[in-house]
Nanobody, 123 residues
Framework: QVQLVESGGGLVQAGGSLRLSCAASGGTFSSYAMGWFRQAPGKEREFVGV????????YYTNSVKGRFTISRDNAKNTVYLQMNSLKVEDTAVYYCAADEMAYSIRRDAYDYWGQGTQVNVSS
C-alpha cells in the first residue's frame, strides 16, 4: 500500500512559479511511474505529465509543455512538479499518482492517489 501526500500549492500571480512536491510512503517508490493530474472547477481531472521510474523519460500534455517540469528523487521518495510561467487557466487542484504497472496518461491506470494541493493563479 502506497500513500502519497502533495504539498507546495498556494496563491501565485500569473507569470510566477511554484514547485509542488509529492512524498510517498509504503511500497517501493522506484518501482512506480509517477503522474501529475489536475482538476479545475467545473472540469474533469486531466493529465498533466508523467515521469518514468528511473526519472529519465517524461511526457506532458501540450498545454504545459515548456512551462512545467517533472523530476523525482528516488532516495527521498519524492516527485516534483516545477511550474513556471503560470497562467490563470492553470488554477486547479493538483494530484500526484503512482502507477505500479506502466507509464500512462490515463487516470484509471494509476493505482494510488494523493489528496491534492490547491494552486490558485491570479491575474
Amino acid at each position: 500500500q502506497v500513500q502519497l501526500v502533495e504539498s507546495g500549492g498556494g496563491l501565485v500571480q500569473a507569470g510566477g512559479s511554484l514547485r509542488l512536491s509529492c512524498a510517498a510512503s509504503g511500497g517501493t517508490f522506484s518501482s512506480y511511474a509517477m503522474g501529475w493530474f489536475r482538476q479545475a472547477p467545473g472540469k474533469e481531472r486531466e493529465f498533466v505529465g508523467v515521469i518514468s521510474r528511473n526519472g529519465i523519460s517524461t511526457y506532458y500534455t501540450n498545454s504545459v509543455k515548456g512551462r512545467f517540469t517533472i523530476s523525482r528523487d528516488n532516495a527521498k521518495n519524492t516527485v516534483y512538479l516545477q511550474m513556471n510561467s503560470l497562467k490563470v487557466e492553470d488554477t486547479a487542484v493538483y494530484y500526484c499518482a503512482a502507477d505500479e504497472m506502466a507509464y500512462s496518461i490515463r487516470r484509471d491506470a494509476y493505482d494510488y492517489w494523493g489528496q491534492g494541493t490547491q494552486v490558485n493563479v491570479s491575474s
